[in-house]
Every structure is written in structure tokens, then in C-alpha cells.
């Protein structure tokens, strides 16, 4: 699933979840991009944000290829 929802923030969060089964197939990275270029050139976005656990390696890793700027930490 993945999705590009306005949340309680009122900022514009992209998001997507696989079945364990599919992790470490580059799909993660696929969707996240696709989500990125549709935001910003379909929807015409200024700003997006991400929200990951810090310790999900591999979804931190997909969100730094993409540029995405680390801004705060959650307890």
C-alpha cells in the first residue's frame, strides 16, 4: 500500500508499506520515488515529509537517497 495524505499537521506525507515477503526487492525505493515525482510534479507540492522508525535501516536509507532532510526525532 502506499499513499500521499495531507496528515494532523496539515503537511503533505508520503507512505507505503510491503509485505515482509517483498522486502529487499528495491520495491520500497520504487514506490518512494514514485510517490516523490508524483507529489511534486503531478500535484505540484511544494514541500513533502516521510516519518520513519530509526531503526528501519532500510526505509532510512531509501528516504537519504532521496534527499529527504532529517528534522526531528520522536520519543
Do not use: M, P
Amino acid at each position: 500500500t502506499c499513499a500521499i495524505i495531507k496528515n494532523s499537521d496539515g503537511e503533505y506525507e508520503i507512505g507505503y508499506r510491503l509485505i515482509e515477503e517483498y522486502w529487499g526487492n528495491g520495491y520500497g525505493k520504487e514506490i518512494a520515488c514514485g510517490l516523490v515525482e508524483f507529489a511534486f510534479q503531478s500535484l505540484n507540492l511544494k514541500q513533502i515529509v516521510a516519518h520513519v522508525n530509526k531503526d528501519n535501516y532500510s526505509s532510512v536509507k531509501i528516504l537519504d537517497s532521496l534527499n529527504f532532510e532529517f528534522v526531528r526525532a520522536y520519543r
